[in-house]
T-cell receptor, first 114, second 113 residues
Framework: GAVVSQHPSRVICKSGTSVKIECRSL??????MFWYRQFPKKSLMLMAT?????????EQGVEKDKFLINHASLTLSTLTVTSAHPEDSSFYIC??????????FGDGTRLSIL | DAKTTQPPSMDCAEGRAANLPCNHS???????VYWYRQIHSQGPQYIIH???NNETNEMASLIITEDRKSSTLILPHATLRDTAVYYC??????????????FGKGTHLIIQP
């Protein structure tokens, strides 16, 4: 149980384009979803916290207009990287949580901006 | 959330028990100890968590000292697939809650054949 699916697993696109990443909780309803980013040889860093039906809360230094988060249902959250540039290249990972259960993570999306 | 300290790397022979230590000397009474691991190029995987009692599940055992200032994750029979970075995280609350997790640098466990 507690499976979180993330799509796509890898994306390569040109600078200036926007990229959407989906995070789904497959067998539970997630009251809260989280988005993290991980640069090579670094730890995961929390970007934002998303509750269904409300605006996401962004960590300090994360631009909310660049990283758009939509959490329209209890099983789906999306992260859109707008006007992506090479410095946005990273490993993006989501997690989902419900009730008093531990957070469970997706397998991540490797984003490469050329 | 309290800060944790872990050794940067450890080796363990395949088939042996892997014991991963974690110090969390500033832990508060309502903070739980969580363990996750991250295999290369994958998302973190939840392993186990506990408050003050020792815990065991199908993946591992968690031993928390009586003063709760440190803990040890035990993988009873390590296999090559257990090679990963292991993160010890301390946070308030038993569940996912409303707060994201703060990841430190973790311990890179390498299982040797």
């Amino acid at each position: 149980g507690a499976v979180v699916s993330q799509h796509p697993s890898r994306v390569i696109c040109k600078s200036g384009t926007s990229v959407k990443i989906e995070c789904r909780s497959l067998d539970f309803q997630a009251t809260t979803m989280f988005w993290y980013r991980q640069f090579p040889k670094k730890s995961l860093m929390l970007m934002a916290t998303s509750n269904e039906g409300s605006k996401a809360t962004y960590e300090q230094g994360v631009e909310k207009d660049k990283f758009l988060i939509n959490h329209a249902s209890l099983t789906l959250s999306t992260l859109t990287v707008t006007s992506a540039h090479p410095e946005d290249s990273s490993f993006y990972i989501c997690s989902a949580a419900y009730s008093n259960q531990p957070q469970h993570f997706g397998d991540g999306t490797r984003l490469s901006i050329l | 959330d309290a800060k944790t300290t872990q050794p940067p790397s450890m080796d363990c022979a395949e088939g042996r028990a892997a014991n991963l230590p974690c110090n969390h000397s500033t832990i508060s009474g309502n903070e739980y100890v969580y363990w996750y691991r991250q295999i290369h190029s994958q998302g973190p995987q939840y392993i186990i968590h506990g408050l003050k009692n020792n815990e065991t599940n199908e993946m591992a055992s968690l031993i928390i000292t009586e003063d709760r200032k440190s803990s040890t994750l035990i993988l009873p029979h390590a296999t090559l697939r257990d090679t990963a970075v292991y993160y010890c995280i301390v946070r308030v609350g038993a569940g996912g809650g409303a707060d994201g997790l703060t990841f430190g640098k973790g311990t890179h466990l390498i299982i040797q054949p």
